[in-house]
Nanobody
Framework: QVHLVESGGGSVQSGGSLRLSCVVS????????MGWFRQTPGKERERVAD???????NYANSVKGRVTISRDDDKNTLYLQMNSLKPEDTAMYYC?????????????????????????WGQGTQVTVSS
């Protein structure tokens, strides 16, 4: 069974930093797409960043330049380094894993893998940024 366990959330002041971690167990394939998503009550889950097994990354415009996604395959761990945090970054953060490509290609178009297209999810870690 595949399990994802996030950690590293907490409460910080605006301008602060946090590093989220997601430890993966039970997934033995070399190909994957892993992503960080966030969600606030009453809103849809929003993609923050993702990374493919080829190392390519992609970021939501709202976090570009402030957030870095990375992975350590030896430790089976996904990271999200978040700097210059803002109150609007407050949310529950989830990591997700799928065995497919991060790019979804169809009819000459392409887009990043969306939340409903990920197979496995962690339980989430809360990030709260105060002004």
């Amino acid at each position: 069974q595949v399990h994802l366990v996030e950690s590293g959330g907490g409460s910080v002041q605006s301008g602060g930093s946090l590093r989220l971690s997601c430890v993966v167990s039970g997934y033995t394939y070399s190909s994957y797409c892993m992503g960080w998503f966030r969600q606030t009550p009453g809103k849809e889950r929003e993609r923050v960043a993702d990374i493919g097994s080829d190392g390519t990354t992609n970021y939501a415009n709202s976090v570009k330049g402030r957030v870095t996604i990375s992975r350590d395959d030896d430790k089976n761990t996904l990271y999200l380094q978040m700097n210059s945090l803002k109150p609007e970054d407050t949310a529950m953060y989830y990591c997700a894993l799928d065995g497919g490509d991060c790019w979804i290609r169809f009819g000459g178009h392409e887009r990043r893998r969306e939340s409903h297209e990920y197979n496995w999810w962690g339980q989430g870690t809360q990030v709260t940024v105060s002004s």
